[in-house]
């Protein structure tokens, strides 16, 4: 049997029943391969239910009011990835008339389409002959075939995919590149896989040559960067003040408290004379009610390292006023706000709020 053949039988045995795989929407798929490109399909499960309830047609995406869209997006990290879908399906309403179109070569012009999503709708909804290539299918063919080429480079790209080319079932293009997806998900995961009961075992490069830690080629790693957040929680007669991040690095269009962010983690005594410090919470009667502990929050390239701040004022500076809004303190649940801020105010007892240690003044 050939590889497309092995392949397509062993996902006869084992494909995974996924809502995504049973409809042939293309907006559905879509809005499954963005979710999937960042987390597990047992966690991307309920994202991708709630997404498609909360906006059922790419209509409702484009008008969806950007708060609703981040409430929904909340907790799987990558914001940017909702918001650029969100104006890939603004594009779908003006150039295609509501409709996703049906090429490779259209669907890589919206904005929110990588050549990895293109391919998996035009594949998967509209059966064209292109490839669907994630780091599932890198590690396979880099395995099988003893692919040597680094996925990371333009060069080893254009291999991988002229490989993938002269594999593909051109019958059933959205069948193989489903296959692929499972056969690495399941059978070839990056880490022991179960060599012993595959069906590649006899041909397989990386096995016969026992490389399988060593193919795909890695790409260089990055070392994940320490920032250091000091987030003031302002208290005024039951509100706080929070502003939407602008910033692109992380988080853009999430809620936050006012931040200080520092190059090293200083102690909160330097933090309590700093300029911003003043900007957020003036110099008249200031209460700092309480001091956390250091937070560490991990991203794919950086590490938050986040203290929190609980400070009670009696009138509020213009300041603070002018750059944030006032939002009441039981409504903070309500608003899209990073997963770090949700883990403070789950950690910290709610009696902390209004009898905490006077730490300040
Ligand atoms: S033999 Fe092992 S490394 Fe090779 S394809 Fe199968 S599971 Fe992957």
């Not at 590889?3 to 084992?14: A, E, M, P, R, T």
């Not at 798929?29 to 966690?43: G, K, M, N």
């Not at 259209?106 to 509209?126: D, H, N, V």
């Amino acid at each position: 049997m050939d590889f497309k053949s092995i392949l397509i039988k062993w996902y006869g045995q084992n494909a995974r029943v996924l809502p995504w795989r049973q409809t042939s929407d293309p907006y559905h798929i879509w809005v499954s391969e963005v979710i999937l490109q960042q987390t597990r399909v047992a966690q991307g499960l309920d994202y991708y239910l709630r997404f498609i309830e909360a906006f059922p047609t790419i209509q409702s995406l484009a008008e969806a009011p950007l708060d609703a869209l981040m409430k929904v997006w909340q907790g799987l990290g990558y914001y940017s990835r909702a918001r650029n879908m969100q104006a890939g399906a603004q594009m779908v309403m003006e150039r295609f008339g509501g409709k996703l179109p049906s090429t490779y070569n259209q669907l890589i012009t919206i904005k929110g389409l990588g050549p990895y999503s293109a391919g998996a709708i035009a594949s998967f909804a509209f059966k064209q002959q292109v490839p669907a290539i994630d780091g599932n299918v890198y590690r396979i063919l880099a395995r099988i075939f003893g692919v040597f080429a680094s996925p990371f480079t333009a060069g080893g790209k254009k291999e991988f995919h002229q490989l993938v080319m002269e594999l593909m079932d051109k019958e059933a293009p959205d069948t193989f590149n489903q296959a692929l997806l499972d056969f690495g998900a399941l059978q070839c995961v990056p880490r022991s896989p179960n060599c012993n009961e595959c069906p590649f075992v006899g041909i397989c490069y990386a096995y016969r040559n026992n490389l399988i830690d060593q193919l795909p080629v890695k790409g260089k790693k990055l070392i994940p960067k320490d920032r250091f957040f000091n987030y003031i929680m302002v208290k005024h007669a039951g509100n706080t003040y929070i502003n939407r991040r602008e910033a692109s690095d992380i988080w853009n269009s999430l809620y936050e408290f006012p931040l200080i962010e520092t190059q090293e983690m200083l102690a909160p005594e330097a933090i309590m004379v700093l300029p911003q410090w003043v900007e957020v919470v003036g110099k008249g009667d200031v209460v700092v009610r309480y001091v956390s502990e250091v937070f560490k929050h991990k991203l794919s390239h950086q590490t938050i390292n986040a203290r929190f701040f609980i400070v009670e004022l009696t009138v509020v500076p213009y300041s603070l006023k002018s750059k944030y809004q006032k939002a009441p303190m039981g409504t903070l649940s309500n608003l899209s706000t990073p997963r770090l801020i949700d883990s403070f105010l789950a950690a910290e007892p709610a009696s902390v709020y209004f009898h905490g240690t006077n730490t300040g003044d």
